[in-house]
């Protein structure tokens, strides 16, 4: 009788067993069917490799990004990852590197070929799967196209670079840059600044003989060819006003050569100006007027802001330049007092300058030669 009561105990035990492990099988098939559905339904794709770069598993999404007909075709087609996908041929190696170290990559993005030989934009989730006594056994991983995000990314980056430098073709580099990083108002006090003014003789009358393009196409190779000298010369344009153009050196980074660098463009502005003619064919003349002496630079405006300057030494030069005579760059007495020792200079003598009285002036000849 006891035995008997073992061998029953002994059955049920057996038939609970096997009901556990049927239980479990039918579980484990419904979560591989789970998965399957999973794997290929799924909008991104999804891959397994080996470690040598062969593909192991892709679902149906993978295929179709990379421009495959079905997963079976990019299996065969696609022999080694490293070789057959990646436009860099070292970016397998440096994703295995990685995935070496850290055992899991998320995000990295690579330029990949798809099967017409165009080209494409991943992010790839990737980690390294081991098996239950920590053997490696495969990498898996989630890829997304990126394309598009990457186009409209460049397309902004592109914008923003057009607008950084359309920006600093209006303000001074290092003014521009204050504005992007957030400054509102800028105003700063200089102590030594020479200013420049450069007014063309009668255009006013010779644009009564010139088509508005002709005329237009004019200043604008007049003024390209004196923002190159200011450029050479290390000037900062502060504006053109009709037909008269205003520069200066000393800001907004302040330099010791200052009046230096004006006496020689503007010398080289009255050289340059000779290649353009009037109507009647005779060249054109410039006045030009140069003034040293401290003032107030700072940008104005909301929409169509401007980089201008303020104070006497602006006012002076420009009357340095409305008092002169044609082909003369007439200059103040502290102009002269720093350039005799190494240009040639005329006094003018007494003129009278409104607001300022009577003041002695001088006329810049040329640069003296070096011995």
Known sequence: YRRCQQLSQQNRLLFAEVRERKQAEEALQQAE???????ENATEGIFQTSYDGQYISVNPALASIYGYASPGDLVHSIIDVGKGLYVQPQRRAELIVYLEQFDHIEGSESEVYRKDGSKIWISETIRKVYDESANFQYYEGIVHDITEQRRMEMELRQQRQQADRLLVNI?????????????????????????????????????????????????????STFDHLAEKYGLEKIKTIGDAYMAAAGLPTPRADHVDAVAAMALEMQSAIQQFKRPDGQPFQLRIGISTGPVIAGVIGVRKFAYDLWGDTVNLASRMESTGVPERIQVTSEVCERLH??????????????????????WLVSRKHAL
Do not use: C, W
């Open 33 to 39: 069917v789970k998965y399957r559905r999973i794997f």
């Open 341 to 362: 020792y190494r240009y040639h200079l005329e006094p003018r003598g007494t003129i009278f300058v409104k607001g300022r009285g009577n003041l002695e002036t001088y």
């Open 171 to 223: 303000l001074p580099y290092q003014i521009a840059n204050r504005l992007k990083n957030g400054a509102r108002s800028i105003a700063e006090n200089y102590d030594e600044v020479t200013v420049l003014f450069a007014d063309l003789v009668q255009f006013t009358a010779a644009s009564g003989q010139m088509e508005a393009k002709e005329l237009v196409n004019l200043l604008n190779e007049v003024f």
